[in-house]
């Protein structure tokens, strides 16, 4: 059933999302190439979303028609000779971004830590068709690197919410709690998983600095996890966040029922969007204390920018 809802998605779908990373040491030059190359392979073809460059790799989304994420995958493809790149695709009925971002940064995923590549230490990688074992093993500890509001809209059974606001949090997380769960509970393994496989490169990467052995990642992530294994055999409970306008994907991958806060950015549930002090882009239940009423008619004049937009192509 969940690959004929998924075939008849991609039938119905004017576009199509990629979502790809890659860990690959690439100079200033190729750099200055590569941002060329995609900025006008995106300006032709409409394409939207957002690829970060660094001397590290490349990380990002986008979305458009199927030719133009092609064009962006093939120049990517073509002018990076080491490794292979990681890519999950969807489709979507809607564009799931409002612009093309095309970015040099001094890290793709964000940890804040002076020489923790991952080009330079060894991954284990986890399939998503072993990965049931990891989860059921006592002897296993499994983490949940997202942020916790992605968290809380769904995650494995039994994997640990280390609760960050951030990436960057994570270390610090670690160092405080990490010695602690596996003394306590006698586990001799790590594994990780989080939305595409990215922070996890950079957990790993990081874990292994400090002296962590037995440390695996889930790859290609949850995405990967949810496109391979049947909801008759998944530990997936509840909805996975995405960074886009469809904010959450269920187990067959299409839009789940949460949408954005546009206020303060949280997740919203039928069940929030159901409560009295929910006001669409203006406040939720869990900002309805946070902002002053500046804020709030600022908010409500973004939204009704956001709704003549969405009458477009959104």
């Not at 032709?44 to 690829?51: L, N, P, R, S, V």
């Not at 269920?250 to 069940?271: I, K, R």
Request: a positive charge; proline letters at 3%.
């Amino acid at each position: 059933m969940r690959m004929k809802m998924n075939e008849a998605l991609i039938v119905k779908a004017k576009y199509k999302l990629a979502a790809l990373y890659l860990f690959t040491p690439i100079t200033d030059k190729l750099l200055s190439i590569l941002l060329e190359k995609l900025v006008s392979a995106g300006n032709k073809y409409e394409i939207k979303g957002t690829i970060l460059l660094a001397s590290e790799g490349v990380n990002g989304t986008i979305c458009g028609s199927v030719e133009g994420v092609q064009k962006c995958i093939r120049i990517l493809n073509q002018n990076i000779k080491e490794g292979v790149l990681e890519v999950k695709f969807s489709y979507s009925e809607k564009q799931a971004f409002r612009k093309l971002k095309v970015r040099r940064k001094s890290e793709i995923v964000t940890m804040g830590i002076e020489g923790i590549d991952p080009n330079i230490f060894s991954r284990d990688y986890v399939d998503p068709s072993e990965w049931n074992s990891y989860l059921e093993d006592p002897q296993t500890l499994v983490i949940d690197t997202r942020n916790k509001y992605e968290v809380s809209i769904g995650s494995f059974y039994g994997a640990i919410n280390p609760n960050t606001n951030s990436f960057r949090e994570f270390p610090f997380w670690a160092k405080e709690n990490l010695d602690k769960l596996i003394a306590d509970n006698n586990y001799k393994r790590i594994s990780m998983f989080c939305t595409g496989g990215i922070r996890c490169e950079k957990a790993s990467s990081y874990l292994k600095s400090q002296g962590y052995e037995d440390v695996h990642q889930l790859k290609g992530g949850i995405l990967r996890y949810l496109e391979e294994v049947p909801k008759a055999k998944s530990l997936w409970e509840g909805e996975c966040f995405v960074f886009d306008q469809r904010v959450s994907l269920n187990h067959d991958l299409v839009p789940g029922e949460h949408a954005l806060c546009y206020a303060c950015g949280m997740p919203l549930s039928l069940v929030d969007r159901d409560k009295s002090s929910y006001i669409k882009g203006v406040q939720c239940c869990y900002c309805k204390d946070i902002f002053d009423d500046s804020d709030r008619l600022r908010f409500a004049e973004r939204q009704k920018h956001y709704d003549l937009l969405s009458k477009k192509s959104y």
